[in-house]
């Protein structure tokens, strides 16, 4: 419904430094569109997005007496928040606002600087005719439930949940098997400075276990939560086969990764030959304290195979980040253990990078382990058993990048760096809490840089190794980050939230319950009295998929209504027709 | 070639000197500052990684080690502080070692009770030699008031003994020399070398062995001609010694600008100003090609530095007519020169005055033949 008073309308075309103005000319947008009708002020400027562009809008605003604005620039997922707040200081209702993005669908994405201006040109008109159907909407605040759900008991996990259970919030804490500690609980020393993860972890596992604020759920998985930020609301089965519902207000993932599998490698012989071992199974062996082949004899030539699984396309592109530190520790260890072995290091590039861990590669550079490197993608080495008399059982043989020359190793036992991957079932919580994942199947953040470990969903954090393979002290970081955030909305006591919800006209609802079975969040009943649907605005996300999919047009996504949308592409429509 | 990396390799060389061999991760700083780093020659980096690995036999096909002057600066600009120049050293001796078909190199590398009975022993055995096979000593002064030198030790038997020495010394030289061709050119190279490439290619031996010109490609100029001073001066009473005993060892004094004593008076200040330098270095250790000696190292200059000395002490007390004098200094002399020959020309330190040329000239054939490969 178009508002009663006549609409006054502020546009404003960025340049994003050179980002917009080097492939659409600012100036002759600003001109075009300063000619249609409703439009009050239009004018360009180097960066929006800057203080003195928002106070250019503000100033504006009380100048001209504007009451709607549009602003030509990038993509709304970056500054639509910006610009709204500068509304909203204006006095005015930050909904009463648009974005034309001449960015990333404009400038980006051509090379034709006059085409691209009179896309820009239409883009803009289709915003400015949206805008004027714009409706003031009030912000909805949502009391925050005190509780915090994090799933996953590994580190980063108790992490979190010590941090959040100290600031004296409940806790619940699940955890897919029946004792806590991760992938920690399988490693004898950590690196780079060889504590033992045991005495870590154990302190970690005494102190969450007796905490008052924190309630442990063994071998629970989560399958499905409700709500949204302050309100989630999800059903667990306990250990006697109960089912019991928790409420929280903030979620914390923490899943982790595992181990890759190594005999997906098939020319590392993983599995055929039986002293090829994957460096967690070295990590158990070590913490019995004594390192013996499977026959029980004392290895005297042990290989190190660095980047198994990872930084190679066919397998995982990316770098797990910890094992070349984790293969130095060995080397290390394996020195102390057997000070008259041949130990032998063969690694893609050796990735010693973060606190005290270049130390350690220096360190263990001086205890005659014979490093060498080879071809990751190209030409991974050959593990085979050996068969002439005298030789030790196997022999690895590749080409050394640096020398160039093909050359063989005699093994008695060989060390597989494995990698880390996503578990299978990462999809599964993926969808439960409602956050996405990128190709390697990590949960994506909300922002890689400025906001690592929130996600598009308020109120759910990633912490740890869910998120990116990573170390025992990145993960506590992100864990206490996450934990941090939690607290400070608890604190606040509420939150905003969205409240571009759908709403269904009860006069025009024909109760065929069509919106029921498309709803994705469960976010409609039935008013069997009143024979109408009914949005629980709680679990709605606004998908806007009930909208589209009423026959009778008694649903409105609110500020993505039919008049909205239409008038934008007319708007558009007729600009493009105008400038042909 | 044996293609089996080996551990033992770089313990056992931990004998011949070398130091911080696991250190070096190969970022190929090295290579770029060395100033003598040429197409194919790509030192020190290529001969460490085959160390590192004990690659024994790649290792043996290198001239590398030869062509390294060790001006020291690969060494200060290591970021692990791997010591590449030390390690090129060490490699030195162990080549020197790897061509020697008797084995007494390594021993005397490896162990200083062999090198020190060795010296003994010959030393012992030279004085015995003095005292037994020489005629009875006359000590009356010739008409100018010198010593009649030639009287105790006539220059026709010490020629003798001295072609005999040089005979022995220089074929074990010349077979250890066509070892290390063996290896370095025909192990080294996938190409047969053409005869004409030999011979087009011998004039580096001798612009090599007389300029050292790789050496003055050094930042550090004044080594080149302190070394040159020392190489020229020995090299020149080596001669004198050898091939013109009769001139040289004579009663006449001659006039101090006569030829004769010309010569001997460049050949031992030349001596002196390099071994100064060299020990001056060698204790300071400012400089990275001083800061590590082997025992070896300072045995050579320990005994040429006495060999010069009990030299000028013949020619002074000759001189002045000191009978007893010129011959107990005469003894000396000759009980250490002859040990010090014997050990430091075919099986240690001096060796590298014929590897370091010829080694100038296998690289000129390795890179003939590969220039035809390409």
């Keep these: 419904m178009r ?45 929006m997005c800057s203080d003195p562009g928002q106070e250019l809008i503000a100033e504006d605003i009380l100048e001209h007496n504007l009451n709607r604005v549009v602003v030509a620039a990038c993509s709304p997922r970056i500054h639509e928040l910006t610009f709204r707040k500068v509304l909203e200081k204006s006095g005015l209702n930050p909904y009463l606002f648009e974005m034309a993005n001449i960015r990333e669908q404009d400038s980006w994405v051509h090379d034709n600087r006059e085409a691209a201006t009179r896309k820009a040109v239409e883009l803009v008109a289709g915003a400015i005719s949206r805008v004027q159907y714009h409706e003031p909407l009030d912000k909805r605040s949502v009391g925050i439930n005190p509780a915090t759900l994090v799933i996953g008991g590994g580190v980063a996990g108790m ?155 066919e397998f995982h592109e990316y770098c797990s980040r910890t094992c070349c530190q984790v293969a130095l520790k060995f080397a290390n260890q394996l020195r102390s253990l057997l000070p008259d072995s041949n130990i032998y290091d063969l690694y893609a590039d050796m990735r010693a990078f973060g606190k005290g861990c270049e130390e350690l590669y220096t360190a263990t550079s001086k205890k005659e382990i014979i490093f060498m490197m080879f071809d990751q993608q190209h030409e991974l080495p050959q593990i085979i058993k050996s068969v002439a008399p005298g030789d030790p059982p196997m022999l690895i043989f590749f080409r050394e990048k640096i020398s160039g020359l093909g050359l063989e190793i005699p093994a008695d036992m060989i060390i597989l760096m494995v990698g880390m991957e996503a578990h299978p ?11 996405s994942i990128c190709s390697n199947a990590f949960f994506i953040e909300k922002h890689p840089k400025l906001d690592p470990v929130a996600t598009t969903t308020s109120g759910v954090y990633i912490v740890g190794n869910c998120q990116g393979p990573k170390g025992i002290p990145d993960s506590v970081a992100q864990a206490k980050a996450a934990a941090a955030r939690v607290l400070a909305t608890i604190n606040q006591g509420s939150v905003h939230v969205e409240v571009t919800t759908a709403e269904v006209n009860e006069t025009l ?50 500020h993505f209504t039919d008049q909205q949308i239409l008038s934008q592409i007319d708007g558009l429509m007729k600009m493009a027709l105008k400038i042909e | 070639m044996n293609n089996r990396v080996n551990p033992d390799l770089p313990r056992e060389l931990r004998e011949f000197g070398i130091r911080d061999w696991n250190e070096c991760y190969h970022c190929g700083t090295c290579t770029a500052i060395c100033p003598l780093t040429a197409q194919g020659f790509l030192f020190p980096r290529k001969t460490i990684r085959l160390m590192q690995m004990g690659l024994k036999d790649h290792l043996s096909t290198c001239v590398e080690p030869w062509l390294c002057y060790y ?21 030195r001796r162990y080549l020197t070692s790897l061509y020697d078909w008797t084995g007494l190199s390594k021993k005397f590398y490896t162990s200083k009770v062999w090198e020190l009975a060795f010296i003994i022993i010959f030393a012992i055995l030279v004085v015995l030699t003095f ?116 001139w040289f060892q004579t009663e006449k004094i001659h006039p101090p600008w006569h030829l004769q004593r010309a010569l001997g008076y460049y050949a031992t200040i030349g001596l002196l100003i390099g071994l100064t330098a060299a020990i001056i270095g060698r204790l300071k250790k400012q400089e990275f090609k001083f800061q590590f000696s082997h025992v070896s190292d300072w045995l050579f200059l320990v005994m040429l530095t006495l060999t010069v000395i009990t030299g000028i002490l013949i020619h002074l007390f000759r001189v ?25 020309v075919p099986f240690s330190k001096w060796s590298h005055l014929a590897y370091r040329p010829f080694a100038v000239y296998f690289a000129r054939l390795q890179k003939s033949a590969m220039t035809k490969t390409a």
């Design chain 2, 131 to 246: 005292i037994f096979v020489l005629p009875p000593l006359d000590t009356t002064l010739t008409p100018q008031g010198g010593v009649k030198v030639n009287s105790f030790a006539p220059f026709h038997i010490i020629e003798y003994f001295d072609w005999a020495m040089a005979i022995v010394v220089a074929g074990l030289l010349v077979s250890n020399i066509l070892r290390m061709y063996y290896r370095v050119v025909w192990q080294g190279t996938s190409n047969k070398v053409g005869l004409l490439d030999h011979i087009r290619e011998f004039w580096h031996l001798i612009y090599n062995f007389v300029v050292q010109p790789k050496f003055s490609k050094c930042e550090d100029k004044s080594y080149w001609l302190y070394h040159w001073l020392l190489m020229s001066g020995y090299t020149i009473m080596f001669i004198l010694i050898v091939v013109f005993l009769p």
């Design chain 1, 425 to 435: 079932d990462v999809k599964d919580i993926a969808h439960a809490v409602g956050i």
């Design chain 1, 159 to 313: 992490s979190a949940a010590l941090e959040v259970a100290n600031a004296g919030r409940e806790v619940y804490l699940l955890e897919k098997t029946e004792q806590l500690g991760g992938m920690v609980s399988h490693f004898d020393l950590t690196f780079p400075y060889l504590y033992d993860a045991d005495k870590m972890l154990e302190v970690m596992i005494r102190r969450t276990i007796n905490h008052p604020h924190i309630k442990v759920f063994y071998n629970t998985t989560i399958s499905e939560v409700h709500g949204y930020i302050g309100n989630f609301e999800t059903t667990i089965q306990s250990d006697s086969n109960q089912e019991q519902t928790l409420t929280f207000g903030n979620i914390i993932v923490a899943t982790g990764l595992r181990p890759f599998d190594a005999s997906r490698v098939g020319q590392y012989g993983y599995g055929r030959l039986p002293n090829v071992i994957t460096s967690v199974e070295f990590e158990d062996l070590l913490r019995t304290g004594q390192v013996r082949t499977k026959e029980g004899n004392i290895p005297q030539n042990i290989a190190i195979i660095h980047c198994v699984g990872s930084r190679n396309t």
């Design chain 2, 320 to 344: 002045n007519g000191m009978p007893w004098a010129t011959y107990v200094s005469y003894i000396a002399h000759m009980a250490i020169l002859v040990p010090m020959i014997l050990i430091e």
């Design chain 2, 71 to 91: 001006c020291g600066e690969c060494s200060e600009q290591c970021p692990r502080n791997a010591n590449p120049g030390e390690l090129m050293m060490s490699l």
């Design chain 1, 3 to 47: 508002s009663m008073e006549e609409a006054r309308i502020g546009v404003y075309v960025c340049w994003c430094g050179n980002n917009i103005a080097k492939m659409v000319d600012v100036e002759l947008v600003t001109e075009l569109i300063g000619k249609l009708p409703h439009v009050v002020v239009s004018k360009n400027y180097k960066y």
């Design chain 1, 509 to 558: 609802c024909c109760g065929c319950q069509t919106c029921i079975m498309v709803c994705p969040y469960t976010a409609i009943h039935y008013d069997r009295e009143k024979k109408v649907s009914v949005v629980n605005e709680v679990l709605c996300k606004g998908c806007g998929t009930c909208g589209s999919t009423c026959p009778t047009g008694a649903i409105r996504s609110k």
